[in-house]
């Protein structure tokens, strides 16, 4: 069993940069794919960013391509958003996710029902 504990959200005005940490607990981390999902309100949950499991490749949402950069620390059993240029349609709840497939899936794994473990979230707010 793994447990995502997600931290870092807050409210910060357009612009400004937020880093979103999901810190793992549980057996080998580095065997997930991780996700990072959000939720805006009254939106559905779409995934925005994904690092394979030794973190050698990424993809991203076009929405926040070349503003968010997604890391992980497997050596602490971390996984990181880096949140820049941030707009008010950014705002959200994030959620990290753990997938335990053993091919990358990039964004074509963007189905959140394919992912296995979850975080709690943390709202992110971004005023105008």
């Known amino acids: 069993q793994v447990q995502l504990v997600e931290s870092g959200g807050g409210l910060v005005q357009a612009g400004n940069s937020l880093r979103l940490s999901c810190a793992a607990s549980?057996?080998?981390?580095?065997?997930?794919?991780m996700g990072w999902f959000r939720q805006p309100p009254g939106k559905k949950r779409e995934l925005v960013a994904v690092?394979?499991?030794?973190?050698?490749?990424?993809a991203y949402a076009d929405s926040v391509k070349g503003r968010f950069t997604i890391s992980r620390d497997n050596a602490k059993n971390t996984v990181y958003l880096q949140m820049n240029s941030l707009k008010p349609e950014d705002t959200a709840v994030y959620y990290c996710?753990?997938?335990?497939?053993?091919?990358?899936?990039?964004?074509?794994?963007?189905?959140?029902?394919?992912?296995?473990?979850w975080g709690q979230g943390t709202q992110v707010t971004v005023s105008s």
């Open positions: 996710a753990a997938d335990r497939r053993r091919t990358f899936q990039g964004m074509g794994g963007m189905d959140p029902d394919e992912y296995d473990y």
């Open positions: 549980g057996r080998t981390f580095s065997n997930y794919a």
């Open positions: 690092i394979s499991r030794s973190g050698g490749s990424t």
